[in-house]
Each structure stands twice: as structure tokens, then as C-alpha cells.
T-cell receptor
Framework: EAQVTQNPRYLITVTGKKLTVTCSQNMNHEYMSWYRQDPGLGLRQIYYSMNVEVTDKGDVPEGYKVSRKEKRNFPLILESPSPNQTSLYFC?????????????FGAGSRLTVL | QKEVEQNSGPLSVPEGAIASLNCTYSDRGSQSFFWYRQYSGKSPELIMSIYSNGDKEDGRFTAQLNKASQYVSLLIRDSQPSDSATYLCAVNVIGSSNTGKLIFGQGTTLQVKP
């Protein structure tokens, strides 16, 4: 089944404890992206990647890191999480970055930072 | 001005009625437009895409695009309680490097009452 898989789905952590949210897609998509969704603010892009070893900042990159060493994987790293990073996170991918950009989303990861 | 604007709602319609969801966008160069549906606690899923002016119909859903007015809408005919969800308008903005960035509106919550 074609899909985007995120893990963990739910996580409660404490301020400053490094964590990684994994994202993997099995559709050979070039483009991958991370979003966070907060009430009243909608979906905001954190980082995106147009292909292997090519990443760039989205609208809210502060406090996050990403890497794209393989085409299928795009992990999101929170080096020192803070309570304002409590949010619902979505990974998404699409075949290409240009033109019609139909995104397939993962199921989401709900993160709580205490 | 926000790049993609939607009325957050909630929009409440009776079962069987037509629900009309609206979206405006600021980038005149945008070429691709999408409607995603998001049930509470779930990830967004694509329901319609539209690329040229006019109407595009798919079952009970009709997307309408007017590039001159920078306006895109989604009509849902014969609304069902199962249509109750948040509907996200997304616009693909092409950057200087010809890569696309999908900008989301905040979403409109639709409630269909039996």
C-alpha cells in the first residue's frame, strides 16, 4: 500500500530531551515536507526536501532539524524541545516539487513537551 | 494579508443541502489549487484539484476557480453528516527556482446536521 509512515504517533517528553520523529514513504516521491498544525494557525511548513541531500527551511524552522540521506526517509529532529513545540506534526510527500503538488500525508504525530 | 484565506466557520448546513466553502489567495501567479478534507484527529486527504478557470465536478463535489478574482470554492451537493470535517484550501505558489510550495488556509469547519 502506498503510504507515508510516521513514528511515534504519540509522544510526551520533557523540555530539553532530544527526540526524533521518523517519516518514511514507499512511493519513490522526490519531495517531502514537515508541517505542524496548531489551533487557529492551520498547517505551517517546517522544512522541506526536494530530493536526497537537498533540504530547505519552511515558514517555522526554528528549533528543528532535518536530514534526507535516503529518498524514502525524512526524519524531523528536535534537539532541545520546548513547550512551544507541543503540536500535531504531519509528514507529507509528493512525486515532484514543481507544478501540481499533490501531497500525501502521514497519519500525524502528536507531541507534548512538558 | 494572508496568502490563503478561508472563513474558519463553523459552517452549519442541514443534511441534503448544498455546502459552499470559499477561499481567496494573494499570489496571482498561482496555477494549482487543491481542497483537502481533514476529519478530527486525522490527516488531510485530497478531495479535489483544479488548475484552470471554471468548474470541475467529481461526484457530489464541484470545485470552482476564478483566477481573475483570485478565488476558489468548493461546493458539496446533497451534504451528508459524513461530510462534517474541516476543509483546507491549498494553493501551490511557484518560487523563483520553479519549485512549488503549497500554502494552506486555516480551514473551514463544516457541520452537516441530520
Amino acid at each position: 500500500e502506498a503510504q507515508v509512515t510516521q513514528n511515534p504517533r504519540y509522544l510526551i517528553t520533557v523540555t530539553g530531551k532530544k527526540l526524533t520523529v521518523t517519516c518514511s514513504q514507499n512511493m519513490n516521491h522526490e519531495y517531502m515536507s514537515w508541517y505542524r498544525q496548531d489551533p487557529g494557525l492551520g498547517l505551517r511548513q517546517i522544512y522541506y526536501s526536494m530530493n536526497v541531500e537537498v533540504t530547505d527551511k519552511g515558514d517555522v524552522p526554528e528549533g528543528y532539524k532535518v536530514s534526507r540521506k535516503e529518498k524514502r526517509n525524512f526524519p524531523l529532529i528536535l534537539e532541545s524541545p520546548s513547550p512551544n513545540q507541543t503540536s500535531l506534526y504531519f509528514c507529507a510527500s509528493s512525486l515532484r516539487a514543481s507544478g501540481a503538488n499533490v501531497l500525501t500525508f502521514g497519519a500525524g504525530s502528536r507531541l507534548t513537551v512538558l | 494579508q494572508k496568502e490563503v484565506e478561508q472563513n474558519s466557520g463553523p459552517l452549519s448546513v442541514p443534511e441534503g443541502a448544498i455546502a459552499s466553502l470559499n477561499c481567496t489567495y494573494s499570489d496571482r501567479g498561482s496555477q494549482s489549487f487543491f481542497w483537502y478534507r481533514q476529519y478530527s484527529g486525522k490527516s488531510p486527504e485530497l478531495i479535489m484539484s483544479i488548475y484552470s478557470n471554471g468548474d470541475k465536478e467529481d461526484g457530489r463535489f464541484t470545485a470552482q476557480l476564478n483566477k481573475a478574482s483570485q478565488y476558489v470554492s468548493l461546493l458539496i451537493r446533497d451534504s451528508q453528516p459524513s461530510d462534517s470535517a474541516t476543509y483546507l484550501c491549498a494553493v501551490n505558489v511557484i518560487g523563483s527556482s520553479n519549485t512549488g510550495k503549497l500554502i494552506f488556509g486555516q480551514g473551514t469547519t463544516l457541520q452537516v446536521k441530520p
